[in-house]
């Protein structure tokens, strides 16, 4: 009897890849890594830091292979500025990174943790070192959010997750600047009842362009007697209306099973921001924070996480 699911991702064998062990300045943990490929074929990671008094900001690590080798910034890349920016009261978040073409610039996604809640923030940069911050563009609570590489009718879109209590969902929100947004447009809601996905979902890295249509992979929240579950699933949505939702799996493809997944500062959780796509343009290459305490990474192809939800959806 085989009762194995389908193994969509891999574990890499050097998992964790990153711990606070390997932080160059003292930290509690690090995790949820937003990742970016350079032209130089650098791996990327901005990562989510959390520092002692229990406030995050984003440090940049990155490797010429994207396993290890890690070159961190000696100090925090991206720190949050409340003085600057009053929204950022205690602390930063939870990044994503789209590269723009018609810019030429990197747009990072962010959420600023103000004391209304947390909200969506944006920002821009050429090279990593310097950041221009465009602040709140989702008034709390808002969150898990990320802009489409390209516009969609004329119009910027960004996907993000407004909470409304108990339950949260994905949405899209249109802007012709980047500032001012939109015909804002349900994607998928949370399921109801008994489902992995019954209480909170949310887009984790930004979606990937296929022939297909937007591929996405979301988390999910279970709520259990022993507590959450945050598990990962698959859906698809339109490339030209992406609030239109073609195909959603219906079970969880990857989930906290290791020790560093299941044990941390909050257990049993498996929650990426970041992906990189290999030169054959199918081997992913994701990069999530375990437990809120550390990074792992896992390797899959995007040919067989379309196959699978062909079969599944």
Not at 3 to 12: D, G, P, S, T, V
Not at 14 to 38: C, E, G, H, Q
Not at 70 to 94: N, S, V
Not at 273 to 290: E, P, Q, S
């Amino acid at each position: 009897m085989n009762n194995q699911a389908a193994e969509l991702f891999r574990r890499h064998k050097l998992n964790p890849i990153l711990t606070a062990n390997d932080w160059p300045y003292p930290i509690n943990s690090v995790f949820n890594p937003a990742a970016a490929l350079l032209p130089d074929g650098t791996t990327l990671l901005l990562c989510r830091v959390e520092d002692r008094r229990g406030h995050s900001h984003l440090t940049i690590a990155r490797s010429s292979n994207g396993v290890d080798d890690w070159q961190i910034d000696a100090e925090p890349t991206m720190p949050a500025e409340p003085d600057k920016y009053p929204e950022e009261l205690w602390g930063i978040e939870d990044p994503r990174i789209t590269f723009i073409p018609e810019l030429k610039k990197y747009a990072i996604v962010y959420t600023a943790y103000t004391h209304e809640g947390p909200g969506v923030a944006l920002a821009f940069t050429e090279d990593f070192r310097s950041f221009e911050r465009y602040g709140v563009i989702m008034p709390p609570e808002d969150k898990d959010a990320a802009l489409l590489p390209h516009r969609i009718g004329g119009n910027w879109a960004l996907i993000h997750r407004p909470v409304s209590a108990p339950r949260a969902h994905m949405w899209i929100s249109y802007s012709p600047d980047l500032l001012h947004w939109g015909s804002h447009k349900l994607m998928m809601e949370a399921r109801r009842g008994a489902w992995w996905d019954a209480n909170k979902i949310g887009l984790s890295p930004p979606p990937i362009e296929t022939k297909h249509g937007w591929l996405v992979i979301y988390h999910g929240v279970k709520h259990t007697a022993a507590g959450c579950i945050y598990r990962l699933g698959l859906a698809l949505f339109d490339l030209n209306s992406p609030e239109r939702c073609i195909k959603r799996g219906d079970e969880w493809v990857f989930g906290p099973t290791e020790p560093y997944e299941q044990h941390g500062d909050v257990g049993n959780v498996v929650f990426p921001c970041g992906y990189t796509v290999g030169a054959d343009g199918d081997t992913i290459h994701l990069y999530y924070g375990a437990a809120d305490t550390s990074i792992g990474l896992a390797t899959g192809s995007l040919s067989a996480l379309l196959e699978w939800l062909e079969r599944n959806g």
